[in-house]
């Protein structure tokens, strides 16, 4: 199986900040990668497709970068409503992976 | 627009099976790779398997022996089956479309394995 190691698994941030979260495959993964937003007691949302495909409708603060192994997700400058938990996913292997998640909590 | 609405018993006794629906509406089935990936309580994602409406499924290895998902075309509908569960198995399950990433999500059905 792809390991899928996120970074860090908490940060503390204030409303317009720049935020980012890296994504370490255990090999090589292409860019097949995802980004997702989770809000407590909801489904995930695809935020961000193939490392740095912004997904229809979703707010262009978020982005994407990476190959390979290495990816950032980044979100320009943080709104309230984006303090919640966000994991990355790999679909260049089976089985597919996600991430440990990183919680962005309110500093 | 695009709907996914899991169903399914919210209690299953150890050692049983777990069987869950997922209600398909707005975009035919024959469209996307169908997903079930499930979340123990206060903990991370874990995919369960996919089908493709060509006969197309794939589990992840730690399930697969207890793991079956089907699909029913003319009913617009894919249902999971897992047998043999323990308390370890208790989680908010998910059915979910796949085109790149997970897409369409429903809203989760948590799924508890006591006696």
């Known amino acids: 199986d792809i390991q899928m190691t996120q970074s860090p698994t908490s940060l503390s941030a204030s409303v317009g900040d720049r935020v980012t979260i890296t994504c370490q495959a255990s090999?090589?993964?292409?860019?097949?990668l995802n980004w997702y937003q989770q809000k407590p007691g909801k489904a995930p949302k695809l935020l961000i497709y193939d490392a740095s495909n912004l997904e229809s409708g979703v707010p262009s603060r978020f982005s994407g970068s990476g190959s390979g192994t290495d990816f950032t997700f980044t979100i320009s400058s943080l709104q309230p409503e984006d303090f919640t938990t966000y994991y990355c996913q790999q679909y260049d292997s089976l089985p597919l992976t996600f991430g440990g998640g990183t919680k962005v909590e309110i500093k | 627009q695009v709907q996914l609405q899991e169903s399914g018993p919210g209690l299953v006794k150890p050692s049983e099976t777990l069987s869950l629906s997922c209600i398909v509406s707005g975009v035919s089935i024959r469209s996307y790779y169908w997903n079930w990936i499930r979340q123990p309580p206060g903990k991370g994602l874990e995919w369960i398997g996919y089908i493709y409406h060509s006969g197309t499924i794939s589990y992840n290895p730690s399930l697969k022996d207890r793991v079956t998902i089907s699909l029913d075309t003319a009913r617009n509908q894919f249902s999971l089956k897992m047998n043999s569960v323990t308390a370890a198995d208790t989680a908010v399950y998910y059915c979910?479309?796949?085109?790149?990433?997970?897409?369409?999500w429903g809203q989760g059905t948590l799924v508890t394995v006591s006696s």
């Open positions: 979910a479309s796949q085109r790149e990433g997970f897409n369409y």
């Open positions: 090999q090589d993964i292409n860019n097949y």
